[in-house]
């Protein structure tokens, strides 16, 4: 089974802060993820990475800056944090080989913007 | 931009009464369709994936996709408390994008 390390687990910051979410696999996956969830809106999409030094924009990334610097790391950045990024954030991966490929999760990073 | 909807919001079911979830999407070009369940905000978990029109089981799982209909669901058979849980559909598109519905609140009651 695929691992996906996020650290921190649980962040609070105040308004205006500077936060770094890091996320770590160790498969070597070419795709990596970063999800945020609300209630009443599911997963929602930031931004993804195909490999190192590349980076998607996904459909939420207003106010977040991400940065792929191996194959392994994916960072989330968060320079000037507002309450309204209060969320719990997820990381994945996939090695997006084919149609049957998949998300591997991990447990996600609860951050409270204060 | 791919559109995921689930529905119902919540449900509740009486423990061993079948559950059904409904998804819809919006690009029909979509190939790849799976079920997640998560419990209290922890991590997710896959139940099923489905990547042809038709039904695919996974225990007591079962995904049926008709891709003409743009339309995915998820039945639960006997469910338990123990189910009770957001299930989430996830829809991924050619780019490798994964897009997810904003889930189902299931309550199984004993």
């Given at each position: 089974?695929?691992?996906?390390?996020?650290?921190?687990?649980?962040?609070?910051?105040?308004?205006?802060?500077?936060?770094?979410?890091?996320?770590?696999?160790?498969?070597?996956?070419?795709?990596?993820?970063?999800?945020?969830?609300?209630?009443?809106?599911?997963?929602?999409?930031?931004?993804?990475?195909?490999g190192a030094?590349?980076?998607?924009?996904?459909?939420?990334?207003?106010?977040?800056?991400?940065?792929r610097t191996?194959?392994?790391?994916?960072?989330?950045?968060?320079?000037?944090?507002?309450?309204?990024?209060?969320?719990?954030?997820?990381?994945?991966?996939?090695?997006?080989?084919?149609?049957?490929?998949?998300?591997?999760?991990?447990?996600?990073?609860?951050?409270?913007?204060? | 931009?791919?559109?995921?909807?689930?529905?119902?919001?919540?449900?509740?079911?009486?423990?061993?009464?079948?559950?059904?979830?409904?998804?819809?999407?919006?690009?029909?070009?979509?190939?790849?369709?799976?079920?997640?369940?998560?419990?209290?905000?922890?991590?997710?978990?896959?139940?099923?994936?489905?990547?042809?029109?038709?039904?695919?089981?996974?225990?007591?799982?079962?995904?049926?996709?008709?891709?003409?209909?743009?339309?995915?669901?998820?039945?639960?058979?006997?469910?338990?408390?123990?189910?009770?849980?957001?299930?989430?559909?996830?829809?991924?598109?050619?780019?490798?994008?994964?897009?997810?519905?904003?889930?189902?609140r299931l309550?199984?009651?004993?």
């Amino acid at each position: 089974e695929a691992a996906v390390t996020q650290s921190p687990r649980n962040k609070v910051t105040v308004t205006g802060g500077n936060v770094t979410l890091s996320c770590r696999q160790t498969n070597s996956h070419n795709y990596m993820y970063w999800y945020r969830q609300d209630t009443g809106h599911g997963l929602r999409l930031i931004h993804y990475s195909y490999g190192a030094g590349n980076l998607q924009i996904g459909d939420v990334p207003d106010g977040y800056k991400a940065t792929r610097t191996t194959q392994e790391d994916f960072f989330l950045l968060l320079e000037l944090a507002s309450p309204s990024q209060t969320s719990l954030y997820f990381c994945a991966s996939s090695d997006a080989r084919g149609p049957n490929e998949r998300l591997f999760f991990g447990h996600g990073t609860k951050l409270s913007v204060l | 931009q791919q559109k995921v909807q689930q529905s119902p919001e919540s449900l509740t079911v009486s423990e061993g009464a079948m559950a059904s979830l409904n998804c819809t999407f919006s690009d029909g070009t979509s190939n790849n369709f799976r079920w997640y369940r998560q419990h209290s905000a922890k991590g997710l978990e896959v139940l099923v994936s489905i990547f042809s029109d038709g039904e695919k089981e996974e225990g007591r799982f079962t995904a049926h996709l008709n891709r003409a209909n743009l339309h995915v669901s998820l039945h639960i058979r006997e469910p338990q408390p123990s189910d009770s849980a957001v299930y989430l559909c996830a829809v991924r598109t050619g780019g490798y994008k994964v897009v997810f519905g904003s889930g189902t609140r299931l309550l199984v009651s004993p």
